[in-house]
C-alpha cells in the first residue's frame, strides 16, 4: 500500500531554516512529478513547490522564491524541501503529494499526515 510520511517540521523564529523530508513507498516515485504543498487554520490548500520526475527546474508559489529550495532523491524515495528565511506567513502544516509538473496543483491521491511548521514573529 502507498505510504507518504512527512517530517522535519517544528517552531522556528522569523529568519530561521527548516528542511522537511517527505519519504513514499508503494508507488512510483521516481516517475512521479512531487512537490510540497501547505495549509494554514481557515485558508485554503496552496501549492509550495512541484518537481518533475528527474529533477532539476522547479515550481515555486511566488511568496517562497528566492528562500525555499526542492529537491529529490529517487534512489531514497525522498523528497525534500529547504526553507530558508523563514516568515510568520509560512506557519501551515505542509504535505507531500504527486503535483503537475510546472504547476502547484496536485495530481495524486495520496497524502500523509503532514508536518506542521511554525514561525514566531
Known amino acids: 500500500r502507498v505510504q507518504v510520511v512527512e517530517s522535519g517540521g517544528g517552531l522556528v523564529q522569523a529568519g530561521g531554516s527548516l528542511r522537511l523530508s517527505c519519504t513514499a513507498s508503494?508507488?512510483?516515485?521516481?516517475?512521479?512529478?512531487m512537490g510540497w504543498f501547505r495549509q494554514a487554520p481557515g485558508k485554503e490548500r496552496e501549492g509550495v513547490s512541484c518537481m518533475s520526475q528527474r529533477g532539476g527546474k522547479a515550481y515555486y508559489f511566488d511568496s517562497v522564491k528566492g528562500r525555499f529550495t526542492l529537491s529529490r532523491d529517487n534512489a531514497k524515495n525522498t523528497l525534500y524541501l529547504q526553507m530558508n528565511d523563514l516568515k510568520p506567513e509560512d506557519t501551515a502544516m505542509y504535505y507531500c503529494?504527486?503535483?503537475?509538473?510546472?504547476?502547484?496543483?496536485?495530481?495524486?491521491?495520496?497524502w500523509g499526515q503532514g508536518t506542521q511548521v511554525t514561525v514566531s514573529s
Open positions: 508503494g508507488l512510483n516515485f521516481d516517475a512521479s512529478a
Open positions: 503529494a504527486a503535483c503537475r509538473t510546472g504547476t502547484g496543483l496536485a495530481a495524486g491521491p495520496y
